[in-house]
């Protein structure tokens, strides 16, 4: 199943906005757990990506990592307390999606 896939079946909805300017940074995406939605950054893809295979890339790998904060929040998987960790295993997870 792929990460849009499975985040029908999640009920998550994928949202594309403006997320604003994050400086030297680049939010890529972020979760709502309210929605529950992964919120895609339209500034990001515009700025990371040049063509439609590369957007498609980006935003299975940010709604995998998102994914994996929706699961935390519902207790499918443990919650770190560690940011670090946390981040750690969402990006574990989003290797895990092929796309």
Do not use: K
Not at 58 to 69: C, D, G, K, M, T
Not at 70 to 80: F, K, L, N, S, T
């Amino acid at each position: 199943m792929t990460a849009l896939e499975t985040a029908a079946a999640y009920g998550v909805a994928v949202l594309f906005e403006d997320l604003g300017d994050w400086g030297e940074a680049t939010l890529i995406a972020e979760y709502d757990p309210e929605g529950p939605a992964v919120r895609i950054n339209l500034r990001a893809l515009d700025r990371m990506c040049h063509d439609a295979a590369a957007r498609a890339e980006l935003v299975a790998r940010a709604v995998a990592h998102e994914l994996y904060h929706h699961r935390e929040a519902i207790g499918d998987v443990p919650r770190y307390s560690s940011r670090m960790a946390r981040e750690r295993e969402a990006r574990e997870h989003a290797r895990t999606f092929d796309g």
